[in-house]
């Protein structure tokens, strides 16, 4: 069973659109989500994140809206540029005895110039 | 920032053969994790550890896998013996503390050839 689903598998967009990277949870008590990038050959790197107190976290042309109700949450991109182009992973995480981070299967974005 | 740094960046080895991925965390960090991935796929969680001792582990975690933080040094994943399905790349990551809304700091990863 994923616990996280991701969507789209693949997304591109043209160069100044607006990016918009879906994220559904099953577990009730996941209350962190952080997003994380991935570039080829690299780690992943936390980008952003919003606990589950919040339903919008802003920094800079990204922007997470989260609705609890629904367990869905999404990235926005806006202004996307060619050096977006990378994996990108929802995540969660709950603070329920010991610590793991439980990974989506990612959305591989492509910023075409 | 800090990083963290895997040895080797890739491994080609035997089915059957034992491998020992290396892991050096950041400095001041506690609790360390693997993590693997598929192809560019799932980043899957197979365990952490701390203070010696490892704290969760998923069913990924077979017991040809072990871990361990010997005096200090590298954190490694060892696999005795390896089977096919181990190819993947292996993902290292480590945090300061064990709350929720800990950052993870990822090293590039070990890409792990089983033949």
């Known amino acids: 069973q994923q616990q996280v689903r991701q969507s789209p598998q693949s997304l591109t967009v043209w160069e100044g659109e607006t990016a918009i990277l879906n994220c559904s949870y099953e577990?009730?008590?996941?209350?962190?989500f952080p997003w994380y990038q991935q570039f080829p050959g690299e780690g992943p790197a936390l980008l952003i994140s919003?606990?589950?107190?919040?339903d919008k976290k802003e920094d800079g042309r990204f922007t997470i809206f989260f609705n609890k109700r629904e367990k869905k949450l999404s990235l926005h991109i806006t202004d996307s540029q060619p050096g977006d182009s990378a994996t990108y992973f929802c995540?969660?995480?709950?603070?329920?005895?010991?610590?793991?981070?439980?990974f989506g299967s990612g959305t591989r974005l492509l910023v075409s110039p | 920032g800090p990083k963290v740094l895997q040895i080797p960046s890739h491994q080609i080895i035997d089915m059957g053969q034992m491998v020992t991925l290396n892991c050096d965390p950041v400095?001041?960090?506690?609790?360390f994790y693997w993590y693997k991935q598929i192809l560019g796929q799932q980043m899957e969680f197979l365990v952490n550890?701390?203070?010696?001792?490892?704290?969760?582990k998923s069913k990924l975690f077979k017991d040809q896998f072990s871990v361990e933080r010997p005096d200090g040094s590298y954190f490694t994943l060892k696999i005795q013996p390896t089977a096919l399905e181990d190819s993947a790349v292996y993902f290292c990551?480590?945090?300061?503390?064990?709350?929720?809304?800990?950052?993870?700091?990822f090293g590039h990863g070990t890409k792990l050839s089983v033949l």
């Open positions: 990551a480590s945090s300061l503390g064990d709350r929720a809304n800990e950052r993870l700091f």
């Open positions: 995540a969660a995480s709950a603070e329920t005895g010991g610590y793991k981070v439980v």
């Open positions: 550890f701390y203070n010696g001792k490892v704290m969760e």
């Open positions: 919003i606990r589950s107190v919040s």
């Open positions: 400095s001041n960090h506690l609790y």
């Open positions: 577990d009730s008590t996941f209350n962190y």
